[in-house]
Structure formats: C-alpha cells, structure tokens
C-alpha cells in the first residue's frame, strides 16, 4: 500500500481520535466555565481595542486627511510598486530555495558520511544563524572582499540560505517518513540509489510536503521585510520613506496609516496562501 492511499484514509476520525487523547472532554460545568472564560476575555479585548481607537482619535491619527493621502494616484503607484518588488523577491526566493533546498536534503541522505556531515554542518549551520545577521555580512563584510552586491541580491540570498536549508529537513522528513518497504522493492526491480530517489521516493516526498512548501512562502514574504536593512523598497521600507516625506512635504502624520495599510496587505496575502496550503493539503490526502 503507497503512502498516499494511506494518507486519503479517514482523517477527521484520526484528528478526532488525537483530541480525545491528548484532551478530556468537558462536563456541563466546564463548558459553562469555557463560555465565561470566552465572554471575559473577548470583553477585555473589545475594551483595549476601544481604549486603543479612543487614544488614537485622541492623537489626531483617526483624522481624515490622514487617510486621504494615501487616495492619491500617485501614492497608489508608490505602494503598487513596492508590493510588485515585494513579491518580486518572494518569487526569486522560493524558485533559488525549494530546488536547492531538495538538493541538500537528497545529499544529506548520501550513503557517504563525509557528504552528510558537510552537508549537514551547512544546514544546521544555516538555520541557526539569524537571517538578520546573514544580512549585514553581504551588506558590511562581502564588500570589503571587492563584491558589492544590489540591494535586492543582498535580500535575497540570505533569504536563499536559510529558507534552502529548512526545506531540505522538510523534504528528509518526507522521504524518511515514507514506508521503507518501497525503496527495498524498487533496489529489488534493480533499481540504484540514485534511480530510486528520483522516480520512487522523491515524487511521493515532494507531494507530501507541498502544503509545507506554500507555508514557507509566508515565510520568505514576512523576511522580506528585512529589506530596510539594505534600502530596498519592498513594502516596510516604503512605508517608511512614505511616512517621512508626507511629514517633511505635507506636515501630515501618516506613520499609522501607512504601516496599517502595509499590515492589511501582508495579511491579505498570507491569508490567501494559508488557503491555498489547505486547500493541497485536503487534496493530497
């Protein structure tokens, strides 16, 4: 049996049967304090949302010259074009990452122990150092070295390494949860090592971590924010030069409109690829 038709069995009754094993069904008293403890706290959040809308009135960010700045044609254009290069870099990380990132965890496999250590030193060295830091290198270091790379390039392949490296545990985890009896029955059809990852084991890997594979877009599209670092105009960085021309210009405060309607969009975005993701996810199985 493949490890798909395994997975398109009854999987509501599976999560069902988590639930009651890792948690006690409540008795009408625990419901009752379940539906209290909701009607707090949702009360309490609804205050601090209120208090938070009284101070911003109070500040003057509610104003509707504040928000009639961003109508103008040209401050639409500003933000289009920063959501294009946005997106931009999340294309050109997810395409330089998930190919690559398959490749290192194919290697991490390897039969020779010297390729798994290099390899794996490389990825475990990749996910522990913080993207942040991977950026001021190729900002600060690597031009010391004769290379000064663009702005976007500077984004982009820290995003490639540590983004790489996380997708190849992804696609390790795949291929080993697979069931050990179909690589022993393909080396049994004289198929090698080689030939058996790529026409067996890898296909049905990659299936089932492509739900994990669009997640990790959210990833890439929330590290981009990291642009600032370099000056690249990707949404957070434009918002902030935005902000402080319409300051310098216009004498406007736009700082929450702007960062609010920068948030909305990154949530927009996301919200439609965590649809997506679910959306494969329930077809995969």
Known sequence: MSIASRLSG???????????????????RGR??????????????????????????RAGQLEYPNWRYFLGRSIVTYLARAL?????????????????????GWLRLSRHRLVRVVVGTWIDAMRAVPMLLLIYFFLLAVPRWGLTLPSFWMLTVPIVMCVSATTA???????????????????????GEGLTMRLVLAPQALRLMLPTLITQLVTIL??????????????????????????????????LPAYLIVALLFVAINWLLGAMARRVENHTR
């Open 32 to 57: 009752r304090r379940i539906a209290l403890a909701s009607v707090v706290v949702t009360a309490v959040l609804l205050g601090l949302l209120a208090a938070g809308a009284w101070q911003l009135w």
């Open 169 to 191: 545990e992804v696609f390790r985890s795949g291929v080993l949860a697979l069931d050990r009896g179909q690589r022993e029955a393909a080396q049994a059809l004289g198929m």
């Open 84 to 104: 294009g290069d946005t997106l931009l870099v999340t294309a050109v990380g997810a395409l330089l990452s998930f190919p690559l990132g398959v490749g290192l």
């Open 222 to 255: 929330k590290d981009t924010s990291l642009g600032y670092v370099v000056a690249y105009g990707e949404l957070m960085y434009s918002a902030r030069l935005l902000s402080n021309s319409a300051q310098a210009l216009h004498r406007l405060d736009v700082y």
């Open 10 to 28: 009854p999987a509501p009754r599976a999560a069902a049967t988590d639930a009651a094993l890792l948690f006690d069904a409540p008795g009408p």
